[in-house]
Structure formats: structure tokens, C-alpha cells
T-cell receptor, first 110, second 114 residues
Framework: LAKTTQPISMDSYEGQEVNITCSHNNIATNDYITWYQQFPSQGPRFIIQGYKTKVTNEVASLFIPADRKSSTLSLPRVSLSDTAVYYCLANNNAGNMLTFGGGTRLMVKP | KAGVTQTPRYLIKTRGQQVTLSCSPISGHRSVSWYQQTPGQGLQFLFEYFSETQRNKGNFPGRFSGRQFSNSRSEMNVSTLELGDSALYLC?????????????FGEGSRLTVL
């Protein structure tokens, strides 16, 4: 499974757009990029997944350039409740053994 | 529909004891996987069960074991507990027939080993 690298922490303010970039230089052809969100003392929650270009759902957008060596999770107009740890994963969907990195701790301030 | 349910939510054990944790997946989901989360090692994959068979296994010692029942409910067991086993144990379920990378996690069982 490809190793991912993302910033340890980020700060933002309510109403701003937050972009978290993840690096996955050795991503395999059959790997997908998946993002999870985790609040303290809760299990991670699936946010979004993509393979290439752009994917958008009701909570986030995921941008993946053509070389797929990085990806960016975009959270529009964050609120205090978006304060959480965000994990970027590169998984090949061959099984449910996901490899989580250290994640990015996002702090949204009023 | 109901989410993934894990019991117990909190428990305290002493070194050398054993512990059994339970997980009820989302109705209709046949895959159950277990993860250990600690401040030092982060989230680590333990094992996955599908249709009562272990399908994948992480890099944990044999003291960690699991099983899945015909109704897809799963249990994991840790024997001869060590202080380092203190962690949040998370269970996740998915339909299992197509592994999309989207797992549904429970709230976890927080184990403290004294």
C-alpha cells in the first residue's frame, strides 16, 4: 500500500475554505485515494474517494492531478464542528486492510 | 439503519488477563475488520473477516485473535494482556462483496491495561 504524507496540523477560521494536501509519490496504478475524518473518541468517518481529476460530494471536493502523486481535500466554508483529524489513504480496494498515516489535525477557530 | 455497535465501550483489565470485544456490523454487511488506535502507533489494521473466514491479517502477535459468526457479528480476543495493549479498538464493517475502501466504523472499545 502506498505511503501517504500530509501536514501534521493546520489552523483555519470559520467560513474559510480549507485545503489539505496529501503526497503519495509511489501510488500504484490500482490505488484509490480515500479521505477519512475522525473526532476524538470516535471511529473514522469516510469523507470522499477518487481515482483521478476531481470528485465532489455534499461535504468536500477531492482534486487529483494527472500524475496522481498528490491529492488535495477541499472543505468549503468550514465550521467549528469540522475540527478533527483528517486521514489521507491510498488503498487498492483489494481488501479492507486500510493503512492510516498520522493524519492532519485541523483546528477551526471562531 | 443502525450503525456499527461495539461493546463494551470502556473496560479496565490488568496485565496477564484476557479480554473479548464484540462488534455488530451494519445489517447486511458481511465484512468486519478490526483496528487498534494508540497515540504512539496511530491506527493499525488487525484483521478482517468475511463470511466467517479471516480474509486479511495485520502484523500483530498471536495473542490477538478474532472470529466471525454466521450473523456477521464479530469478536476479537486479546490474551495475556500487556500494558502496551491499552488502546482504542475500532471495528468497521462494509458490504464486503466489493471493497471500495469505504468502511463504517463503530465508536470503539477503549481498553486500559493496568
Amino acid at each position: 500500500l502506498a505511503k501517504t504524507t500530509q501536514p501534521i496540523s493546520m489552523d483555519s477560521y470559520e467560513g474559510q475554505e480549507v485545503n489539505i494536501t496529501c503526497s503519495h509519490n509511489n501510488i500504484a496504478t490500482n490505488d484509490y485515494i480515500t479521505w477519512y475524518q475522525q473526532f476524538p473518541s470516535q471511529g473514522p468517518r469516510f469523507i470522499i474517494q477518487g481515482y483521478k481529476t476531481k470528485v465532489t460530494n455534499e461535504v468536500a471536493s477531492l482534486f487529483i492531478p494527472a500524475d496522481r502523486k498528490s491529492s488535495t481535500l477541499s472543505l468549503p466554508r468550514v465550521s467549528l464542528s469540522d475540527t478533527a483529524v483528517y486521514y489521507c489513504l491510498a488503498n487498492n480496494n483489494a481488501g479492507n486492510m486500510l493503512t492510516f498515516g498520522g493524519g492532519t489535525r485541523l483546528m477551526v477557530k471562531p | 439503519k443502525a450503525g456499527v455497535t461495539q461493546t463494551p465501550r470502556y473496560l479496565i483489565k490488568t496485565r496477564g488477563q484476557q479480554v473479548t470485544l464484540s462488534c455488530s456490523p451494519i445489517s447486511g454487511h458481511r465484512s468486519v475488520s478490526w483496528y487498534q488506535q494508540t497515540p504512539g502507533q496511530g491506527l493499525q489494521f488487525l484483521f478482517e473477516y468475511f463470511s466467517e473466514t479471516q480474509r486479511n491479517k495485520g502484523n500483530f502477535p498471536g495473542r490477538f485473535s478474532g472470529r466471525q459468526f454466521s450473523n456477521s457479528r464479530s469478536e476479537m480476543n486479546v490474551s495475556t494482556l500487556e500494558l502496551g495493549d491499552s488502546a482504542l479498538y475500532l471495528c468497521a464493517s462494509s458490504p464486503g462483496t466489493e471493497n471500495t475502501g469505504e468502511l463504517f466504523f463503530g465508536e470503539g472499545s477503549r481498553l486500559t491495561v493496568l
